[in-house]
């Protein structure tokens, strides 16, 4: 339990996820903030939107709410895996990074590299675009051949966050609530 606790308050306390989170409420924020009473009671569609126009014009003030729910969503907390070695990066486009071991990422997957240092273009959240034994490639230039340093870890999929916080929408506005 405790180190469950633990990954979700590291992944939603992490910088990186908190932007992808956020750009995933503004999403969400825009479609309901269009949507139609339809199928749902006005009750439902007021709570619904009452929180839309409030993400819109202030994410600040939610994004700590849906981050960790979206962290503690058992897909999304289970895409994450656990940090690899850096061994080295080049200074190319598509940029190689070697890991020091088994990685575990595959095409399409989603990687957060930090504390790289030299090649510090590549600190941050990118898609790999392919693997060969301990080495991938992200759609990045390097701005320096990188050392021995920093980790790699992989990501939720955008895709996963999404739903995630389609997911808790109605929880966070408040939709079944009883008062």
Not at 51 to 56: D, G, R
Not at 141 to 162: E, F, L, M, R
Request: aromatic share 6%; hydrophobic share 50%; charged share 10%.
């Amino acid at each position: 339990m405790a180190s469950t606790l633990n990954g979700t308050a590291l992944l939603a306390n992490d910088p990186l996820f908190r932007q992808r989170v956020q750009a995933a409420m503004m999403t969400a924020a825009l479609a309901i903030a269009a949507e139609a009473v339809g199928a749902q009671d006005a009750n439902t569609y007021q709570m619904r939107h009452v929180l839309a126009i409030q993400v819109l014009n202030e994410p600040g003030g939610f994004l700590d709410r849906f981050s960790w729910a979206v962290a503690a969503n058992s897909t999304v907390g289970g895409d994450v895996g656990l940090p690899v070695s850096i061994a080295s990066s080049t200074n190319a486009n598509p940029c190689v990074i070697t890991s020091v071991s088994a990685h575990g990422l595959a095409v399409n997957d989603w990687v957060e590299i930090s504390g790289h240092l030299v090649n510090t273009a590549i600190n941050g959240v990118w898609q790999v675009t392919a693997v060969v034994g301990l080495t991938f490639t992200i759609a990045a230039p390097g701005n320096g051949v990188g050392g021995a340093s920093g980790t790699t870890v992989k990501q939720p999929p955008d895709a996963d966050i999404q739903f995630a916080v389609n997911s808790d929408w109605n929880d966070i506005a408040g939709v079944g609530v009883l008062t």
